[in-house]
């Protein structure tokens, strides 16, 4: 870890708008490694920083109900995981710059996955080759089982 990065400090901070963080900083006031945070319109994030920014595993729960767990770059879901929609709905598989990009499958809220299967290569949140992709799939799901392990269920 370079010296940027270095963890200096473990505290909280309530900032003016109502938000809630509690974890770690690195000596230029950044969050960094793990944290906690709760926004003022119930939203919350436990997981991995770097630089201030979500980075890493995590799990991201919407105040609308709508949860993500798994992999974080640069403040976007970006790698494995698997997002829920607050209707039910979820895609197990890649994501890419926040956007659904790469193999994956979705499962809508009656457990179907479509017909034919709503499964193969998606880009920008469309699904554009269909095909089988199973090990995108378990990776998504052992990688969103790491971050539910790992940070769900912690208060701030």
Known sequence: MDEERKIVKHGGFRYNNGTKYVGNWNENGHKQGEGHEA????????GEYDEGLFNGLGVLVFADGAKYEGEFFQGWFHGSGI????????????????????????????????????EGFFKECKLIRKTKCPEAIQKAQKVAFMARTQYDNITV
């Open 39 to 46: 926004y003022s319109d119930g939203s919350r994030y436990d």
């Open 83 to 118: 997002f829920w929609r607050a209707d039910g709905m979820r895609y197990e598989g890649e994501f890419r710059g926040g956007k659904i990009w790469g193999l994956g499958l979705t499962t809508f809220k009656d457990e179907t996955n479509g017909f034919p299967r709503y």
